[in-house]
């Protein structure tokens, strides 16, 4: 039998009901929330998070995107000497998703 996380998923109702993200973009973002540090980071790669989803890697890269443009997740790449090291994906507080909604759409 495979080894599979053995953890839970909670997503806000904000992401669940936000018409403009794929369900598997939601799932993700369950995802990302149920491994993030106290500091709401998460530092997978898309390669791991794919595998846990069993998705490709550029699926992924999708649904961040949308994840980032719609105000759920910020992305930073972490560089050393001019190259990349990695990436921080850390997930914004709801109260301030709403207000940066808010003021998109004003």
């Known amino acids: 039998m495979e080894n599979k996380p053995n953890y839970y998923a909670i997503i806000p ?5 936000d018409k403009r993200l794929k369900a598997n973009a939601k799932l993700l973002y369950g995802d990302i929330l149920s491994i993030i540090d106290i500091n709401r980071e998460c530092f997978l790669t898309n390669a791991e998070l794919a595998e846990g989803l069993n998705v490709r890697k550029s699926t992924i890269s999708k649904w961040l995107d949308s ?6 997740i910020e992305i930073e790449m972490l560089l050393e000497n001019k190259q990349i090291i990695g990436r921080k994906i850390t997930v914004k507080d709801i109260g301030a998703v709403i207000w940066e909604r808010h003021q998109l759409f004003q």
């Open 13 to 17: 109702a904000d992401v669940r009901y």
């Open 67 to 72: 994840l980032r443009k719609y105000c759920y």
